[in-house]
C-alpha cells in the first residue's frame, strides 16, 4: 500500500514569508509526527497528534510555527514569517497505534525547507 | 532531558565484513529504542524495533541488542554490502505523555566498499 506522502518534495522561499508542508500519512494510522531535521541541530520532534486528543506541541522552537490535522488524516505545518534558520529538511511520520506491537513509524521522504 | 550518542560518527569497510554500530542514551527510562536507516535525500526506514523489556530483536543480516539497565544498544551487520551503505539513525521513546516522541543520536554513516 501507499507510504507516508509530503510535499512539496524541495520549497524554496524568501524570508519573512509564510509556508506549508503537507503530510498524507498511512491510511488507518492514528498517530502522526512532525519532526526537523537540520545540519545543526539533528533529527528533531516537533509536534504529535493522536487521534482526536489535543496535539503535543511541546516541539515547537516558536510561536511562528502551528500544525493541524484534519479528520484525523492529512496534516498541515505552517511556518510563518521564515528565517534563515527554518531551513531543514520537515519528515512527518506516522504509526498504527497506541498499543505495543503497533509504535514502529513510518516516514515520508520529507520536504526540503531553504530560506534564502 | 534523554540524550542519545552513536559511536562511530563514521564508517568505511570493504564489502563482506561484520561491523557494529553502538548507541547510547542517557536515560534507562525508555519505552523502546528503534534503528533507522536513512539514505540520502531521502526519509528513513525503520529497520528494528525493540521494546524495552525485549533484549534483541533479528532481521536477516541484522541483529540489534538493547541493554537498558546501561542505556546501550547495538546494530550489528552481518557480511556486509554496498547495498548497506546509508546514515544509521538510533532512537529511543518514552511512555506517558511522551507516548511516541522519538530521540535521535546523530547517526552513523556508513561506507561499504566493494
Known amino acids: 500500500g501507499a507510504g507516508v506522502s509530503q510535499s512539496p518534495s524541495n520549497k524554496v522561499t524568501e524570508k519573512g514569508k509564510d509556508v506549508e508542508l503537507r503530510c498524507d500519512p498511512i491510511?488507518?494510522?492514528?498517530?502522526l509526527y512532525w519532526y526537523r531535521q537540520s545540519l545543526g541541530q539533528g533529527l528533531e520532534f516537533l509536534i504529535y497528534?493522536?487521534?482526536?486528543?489535543?496535539?503535543?506541541k511541546s516541539g515547537l522552537p516558536s510561536d511562528r510555527f502551528s500544525a493541524e490535522r484534519t479528520g484525523g488524516s492529512v496534516s498541515t505545518l505552517t511556518i510563518q514569517r521564515t528565517q534563515q534558520e527554518d531551513s531543514a529538511v520537515y519528515l512527518c511520520?506516522?504509526?498504527?497505534?497506541?498499543?505495543?506491537?503497533?509504535?514502529?513509524?513510518?516516514f515520508g521522504p520529507g520536504t526540503r525547507l531553504t530560506v534564502l | 532531558k534523554q540524550e542519545v550518542t552513536q559511536i562511530p560518527a563514521a564508517l568505511s569497510v570493504p564489502e563482506g565484513e561484520n561491523l557494529v554500530l553502538n548507541c547510547s542514551f542517557t536515560?534507562?527510562?525508555?519505552?523502546?529504542l528503534q534503528w533507522f536507516r536513512q539514505d540520502p535525500g531521502k526519509g528513513l526506514t525503520s529497520l528494528l524495533l525493540?521494546?524495552?523489556?525485549?533484549r534483541e530483536q533479528t532481521s536477516g543480516r541484522l541483529n540489534a541488542s538493547l541493554d537498558k539497565s546501561s542505556g546501550r544498544s547495538t546494530l550489528y551487520i552481518a557480511a556486509s554490502q554496498p547495498g548497506d551503505s546509508a546514515t544509521y539513525l538510533c532512537?529511543?521513546?518514552?511512555?506517558?505523555?511522551?507516548?511516541?516522541?522519538?530521540?535521535f543520536g546523530q547517526g552513523t554513516i556508513l561506507t561499504v566498499h566493494p
Open positions: 511520520a506516522s504509526r498504527p497505534g497506541l498499543a505495543r506491537g503497533l509504535d514502529t513509524q513510518y
Open positions: 491510511s488507518g494510522h492514528t498517530a
Open positions: 525493540i521494546q524495552s523489556s525485549q
Open positions: 497528534f493522536q487521534g482526536n486528543s489535543a496535539p503535543d
Open positions: 532512537a529511543v521513546t518514552r511512555g506517558g505523555t511522551s507516548y511516541g516522541k522519538l530521540t
Open positions: 536515560d534507562s527510562a525508555i519505552y523502546n
